[in-house]
């Protein structure tokens, strides 16, 4: 069988974090396998906890807002699972599966509509454009973890 995700290092990439409530209720496999399902590669993983200094950098478009100090705090609540996905418009479509940033409007079916619960606690993290998922891998990977 062909060795799926590897050597198609031009191939679209996005940054997922499985954050504290996925990780607490154990639905890290749940979630992975909608990705997976979609036709999406699993190209780096690794669990860690997010220091207060790097959750500054990754929500730096909202760290003037009045609810990062709680988001903070949440995300940095206990180890959370990143990693990077691989496939052909990855990163509209784990978006898409994802559903909105409020759990209470996303729609039955995507990920924060089943399986989150509110704004702040919704599951998963995803990239939002080639250009931050760029960054954001580099935020989280050296080149040498990605089996891309
Ligand atoms: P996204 O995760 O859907 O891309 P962003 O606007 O990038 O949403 O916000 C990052 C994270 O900040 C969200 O996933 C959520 O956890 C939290 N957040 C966003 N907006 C709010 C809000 O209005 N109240 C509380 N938490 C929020
Ligand atoms: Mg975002």
Redesign the pocket.
């Known amino acids: 069988m062909p060795a799926r995700g590897i050597l198609r290092g031009d191939m679209e990439k996005t940054l997922i974090i499985l954050?504290p409530d996925c990780m607490e209720k154990r639905l890290a496999g749940v979630v992975l396998d909608r990705f997976q399902k979609a036709g999406f590669d699993i190209v780096a993983a690794k669990l860690t906890r997010l220091a207060p200094g790097l959750l500054a950098e990754h929500?730096a478009?909202?760290a003037d807002?009045p609810?990062f100090p709680?988001?903070a705090q949440?995300?940095g609540s206990r180890p959370v699972l990143v990693a990077v996905l691989q496939g052909e418009g990855v990163i509209a479509k784990v978006?898409e599966l994802?559903g909105?940033?409020?759990s209470k409007k996303a729609p039955k079916g995507t990920i924060r509509g089943d399986f989150g619960t509110?704004?702040?606690?919704?599951v998963c993290?995803?990239s939002?454009s080639p250009e931050s998922a760029v960054a954001e891998i580099a935020r989280f990977f050296l080149p040498s973890e990605l089996f891309a």
């Open positions: 954050k929500y478009h909202i807002r609810f709680p988001l949440f995300m978006r994802l909105p940033t409020d509110d704004v702040t606690v919704n993290h995803a939002d």
